[in-house]
């Protein structure tokens, strides 16, 4: 087994198991975190709860989102020291832009979608409002196996974001 494939491997694993631990957000985040040995504020890793659906967007893209930024984005101090408009699309915006593009593109080959309800209409045959405390109690009631399909959803966003990171850093000559 080739070394990317160990690291997809793993964050698929963790992915698996940090869902219902975590939600979907801040299990994706930290499967990939920790797979590609990258830090996680506690402030960062507190943001990423309200990602988890409460967005509209898929929480577990959302927290690959998350895992891309931090891998690719800039800090403060990087903008400051060259706050020139024209770094907005600078290489590092291209090399995170690309690599955000190469998993949201992933959710809609497989879901149809990246948007939660989306996602939701695909593997459940409808969507539930997850803000709306009756709509969450039906998604609860109907969906018996909605824990096992968010984790199934949370472990492809970890290995699809890690094996993004991996091509892009291939790409790019290991930005």
Same mark, same amino acid.
């Given at each position: 087994?080739?070394?990317?494939?160990?690291?997809?491997?793993?964050?698929?694993?963790?992915?698996?198991?940090?869902?219902?631990?975590?939600?979907?957000?801040?299990?994706?985040?930290?499967?990939?975190?920790?797979?590609?040995?990258?830090?996680?504020?506690?402030?960062?890793?507190?943001?990423?709860?309200?990602?988890?659906?409460?967005?509209?967007?898929?929480?577990? $893209?959302?927290?690959?989102?998350?895992?891309?930024?931090?891998?690719? &984005?800039? *800090?403060?101090? #990087?903008?400051? !020291?060259?706050?020139?408009?024209?770094?907005?699309?600078?290489?590092?915006?291209?090399?995170?832009?690309?690599?955000?593009?190469?998993?949201?593109?992933?959710?809609?080959?497989?879901?149809?979608?990246?948007?939660?309800?989306?996602?939701?209409?695909?593997?459940?045959?409808?969507?539930?409002?997850?803000?709306?405390?009756?709509?969450?109690?039906?998604?609860?009631?109907?969906?018996?196996?909605? $824990?096992?399909?968010?984790?199934?959803?949370?472990?492809?966003?970890? &290995?699809? *974001?890690?094996? #993004?990171?991996? !091509?892009?850093?291939?790409?790019?000559?290991?930005?």
């Amino acid at each position: 087994m080739s070394e990317a494939s160990r690291l997809i491997a793993r964050a698929r694993q963790l992915g698996r198991e940090s869902m219902g631990k975590y939600a979907c957000a801040e299990g994706t985040l930290l499967a990939v975190a920790d797979t590609l040995n990258m830090p996680v504020s506690d402030d960062v890793f507190k943001a990423t709860i309200g990602l988890s659906s409460m967005s509209g967007g898929c929480g577990a $893209l959302c927290g690959a989102i998350a895992a891309l930024g931090l891998r690719f &984005g800039r *800090t403060r101090a #990087a903008y400051h !020291e060259n706050s020139d408009t024209t770094q907005m699309i600078g290489k590092w915006y291209r090399t995170l832009r690309q690599a955000v593009k190469r998993v949201r593109d992933r959710f809609v080959t497989e879901y149809g979608g990246y948007l939660c309800y989306d996602i939701q209409d695909k593997l459940f045959g409808r969507s539930y409002d997850s803000l709306d405390p009756v709509e969450l109690e039906a998604l609860m009631q109907t969906q018996p196996r909605g $824990l096992e399909v968010c984790r199934q959803v949370t472990e492809n966003a970890a &290995g699809w *974001t890690v094996e #993004a990171i991996l !091509e892009t850093e291939a790409a790019s000559g290991g930005t």
